[in-house]
């Protein structure tokens, strides 16, 4: 199944009428979409990517270009349209009307950034960058660790200020570094060195190409897979025994998930999550800047031994620089593959949370609304183009090589407090050194400052923390020695969620956090389900109120957790409830 046409394939329907109904594509509309698609296979789950090859060519999405692409790929314009006007990255325009500036400023403004100061940037971006410029804001790009973050178009820039972002848009310096110029790309010129003390630190050296990961054995264990060296039953075993569980926030264990994958019949696909969309989340990026084929050698194992023919990594829109570096590294290893390889195909985010939910992110690579499916069936039944499907966060995988070279008694020896393994903990917020920290799981967050991020910023005394973005709920500072992983922090209300954690200070109120929070639930909800959709508006407004309605908030907040269809429902309110459980004198 290495040929693009195998069995894991999409299961088209042809929607293809012989006359189309409803508005006619003008002929120069049609040839622009032509050209623009080339010969691309039609495919519906293009529909996103050609979007954006719209999107990129010309700054928006004219209703002319639309009514064309949905002629050209024989879809009902509705269709093509509800997809487009579902993600915040697309501009749908009417024909005649202006296309949005040709320049587009986000200044992102979650929780960290807040913390940072986006919120005086946003004030006086427009006045100063004028009419040329459009300036939005942004739900968290995944650089908290460099807050306040934003992006100039698509250059992204840390820490920052008024003056960073005047100049890139004076030299309308618009594409991320690593992406500008493919002939002379050097990832290690853009990423930072990482800084990561402790027992982990070997694992994620500076930038690891092609050439040096295959020169350090790179590859070689998926090689010997394939040839059969290795047994499946004994790598799932090893999975199991090293207690690696999902990193994408759910803790799923990951060697289980193998063997349920393994068990279903063919065909199958795997498909890979890196939309890191969770407020306070960065760690899958620093990975992928750093060494991206550990994670592609992981999928590829994890996808033999679940038996998936066919691999679908989907990348949040934000990081253009891994857009670029893993094209670029996908392209090598196919033009040398050091062994057969499964069909692996990229796919590009377009600016929504949910995506990173796993039904949602696989609606998404069909080329649909990224709208979480009910479930049973389960994705692992059910899931991309209707195939069983081994769905996995990068991190998780990014393992996989290192768990079975070295031994699952490698992974399960790290651990404090009584937990076993390693958490790659993204901090921010008001500490001296916030970054990705690894560490060992159970460690606590008091442990966490101290040891890794250099203390509290200076005029800074520790007040509360996210254990686990967004959804992980909100702890005080009294509750600083509780072991931080899967299972610990549930009894209190909270999760670990993709371990990011977000230091407050006496200078910050849990309040305004969980307002923060909620504002960005608010405009991620999908929209599908009542108690979300209207849930988390009404909670926001609420929260706006200088003195909160606490039984009023209770009863919507329990509402949301037992009626929502997705994890994004169910989680919005734990901030509201730690505020009302631990923070009682901010709001009495
Ligand atoms: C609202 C929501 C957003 C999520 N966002 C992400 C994400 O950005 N990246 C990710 O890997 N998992 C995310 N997840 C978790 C996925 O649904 C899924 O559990 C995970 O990708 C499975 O892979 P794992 O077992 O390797 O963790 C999200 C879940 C929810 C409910
Ligand atoms: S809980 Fe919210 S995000 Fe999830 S499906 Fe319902 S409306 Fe969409
Ligand atoms: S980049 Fe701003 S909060 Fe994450």
């Known amino acids: 199944m290495n040929d693009g046409a195998g069995a894991a394939t999409p299961a088209r329907k042809s929607k293809v009428r012989a006359t189309l109904k409803g508005r006619q594509p003008k002929p120069q509309a049609r040839a622009e979409v032509r050209q623009m698609l080339g010969d691309a296979p039609r495919r519906r789950d293009l529909l996103i990517e050609f979007l954006h090859r719209i999107q990129d060519r010309y700054g928006a999405l004219s209703d002319g270009h639309l009514v064309a692409l949905a002629a050209e790929m024989g879809l009902a314009m509705t269709e093509v349209y509800e997809v487009a006007t579902f993600y915040h990255h697309f501009d749908v325009v009417k024909d005649g009307a202006a296309a949005p500036p040709a320049v587009t400023v986000r200044v992102c403004d979650s929780l960290s950034c807040e913390l940072a100061g986006a919120k005086a940037l946003l004030d006086k971006l427009p006045k100063l960058l004028g009419k040329d410029v459009r300036v939005l804001h942004a739900p968290c790009i995944g650089r908290c660790e460099q807050a306040p973050a934003a992006t100039v178009h698509q250059h992204p820039v840390p820490h920052a200020t008024v003056e960073k972002i005047q100049a890139l848009v004076k030299a309308r310096d618009l594409s991320h570094p690593a992406a500008r110029d493919r002939a002379t790309f050097a990832p290690e010129s853009f990423i930072e060195p990482l800084d990561t003390p402790g027992p982990g630190s070997t694992v994620s050296p500076a930038y690891v190409g092609y050439d040096t990961y295959r020169k350090a054995g790179g590859y070689r264990l998926i090689a010997e897979c394939l040839a059969g060296a290795h047994d499946a039953e004994a790598l799932i075993q090893k999975m199991e025994h090293s207690g690696l569980r999902g990193l994408g926030g759910a803790g799923f264990p990951t060697g289980r998930k193998w063997r349920i994958v393994r068990a279903e019949a063919q065909p199958k696909v795997a498909a890979l999550n890196i939309d890191e969309g969770e407020p306070g989340t960065f760690k899958d990026r620093v990975y992928l800047e750093r060494d991206p084929h550990r994670f592609l050698e992981g999928m590829l194992i994890a996808a033999w031994a679940a038996q998936a023919g066919a691999c679908y990594i989907y990348l949040r829109d934000e990081y253009h620089g891994c857009r670029a570096l893993l094209e670029r590294e996908l392209a090598r290893l196919k033009a040398d593959p050091p062994c057969a390889l499964p069909v692996i195909e990229l796919r590009r985010g377009a600016g929504a949370y949910i995506c990173g939910e796993e039904s949602a992110m696989i609606e998404s690579i069909e080329g649909k609304r990224g709208m979480p499916r009910l479930r049973p069936p389960y994705v692992a039944q059910v899931g991309l183009f209707g195939y069983p499907t081994l769905e996995h966060n990068f991190e998780t995988v990014y393992w996989v090589r290192d768990i079975l070279e070295k031994g699952p ?106 307002r923060n929070l909620l504002a960005f639930f608010k405009e991620e909800s999908c929209g599908q389900c009542t108690p979300c959709r209207v849930g988390t508006a009404k909670a926001l407004a609420l929260m706006q109120q200088p003195k909160w309605d606490a039984p009023l908030l209770q009863e919507l907040s329990q509402a949301m957790m037992d009626a929502s269809i997705c994890g994004l429902g169910q989680a919005a309110p734990n901030p509201i409830l730690c505020v009302t459980k631990y923070f009682g004198h901010e709001i009495s």
Not at 486 to 495: I, Y
Not at 502 to 510: E, F, P, T
């Open 409 to 514: 008694e490698w992974f399960a020896g790290f651990g404090r407090n009584g937990r076993k393994g390693l958490r790659s903990f993204s901090v921010s917020g008001r500490v001296k050194k916030p970054g990705m920290h690894l560490a060992s799981a159970g460690i606590t967050v008091r442990e966490l400052i101290d040891e890794y991020c250099g203390g509290m910023l200076d005029g800074h005394r520790f007040y509360a923390y996210l254990p686990g973005g967004a959804s992980g709920g909100i702890l005080p500072a009294t509750m600083a020695d509780i072991p931080l992983d899967f299972d610990t922090l549930n009894q209190h209300g909270c999760l670990i969620g993709s371990a990011a954690v977000v230091i407050l200070s006496d200078q910050d109120r849990a309040t305004d956090a969980a």
